[in-house]
């Protein structure tokens, strides 16, 4: 099982975490904090703050979890149509020399659909 921060404004995932951490807000404008099981800090989210998500508990994420892939409403994953693995496409671009865009601009020139293996 698994918490998970949603935001609001998108509905996307964008951290699953053990269901022993716990979530609390800074304050206002000052992102949340992630605590461990005995109190003690284990991360902040400063780009994020409570009355822009909502924290689910309980819930059991796709096996192939990864940050802003799925949505989440209701007790429904969906998994984005758009969605681009950012490690594939950083290593693409690493090893091609061009940006994601460029890279499946130029395949469908070419008539070519990728897809995520």
């Known amino acids: 099982m698994a918490t998970i921060?949603?935001?609001k404004a998108t509905g996307e995932v964008v951290y699953s975490l053990p269901d022993d951490r716990?979530?609390?807000s800074r304050g206002p404008s000052k992102g949340l904090m992630v605590l461990k099981p005995d109190g003690v800090p284990d991360f902040g989210i400063a780009d994020?703050?409570?009355?822009?998500v909502e924290i689910v508990t309980g819930v059991t994420p796709p096996a192939e979890y990864f940050g802003r892939r799925y949505t989440y409403a209701a007790g429904v994953w969906a998994q984005k149509p758009d969605w681009v693995n950012p490690i594939t496409a950083m290593n693409a671009e690493r090893l091609l020399g061009?940006?994601?865009?460029e890279i499946i601009e130029a395949a469908a020139l070419r008539g070519i659909t990728l897809v995520e293996a």
């Open 5 to 7: 921060i949603v935001e």
């Open 22 to 24: 716990t979530v609390v």
């Open 48 to 52: 994020l703050d409570a009355a822009d």
């Open 98 to 101: 061009m940006t994601a865009a």
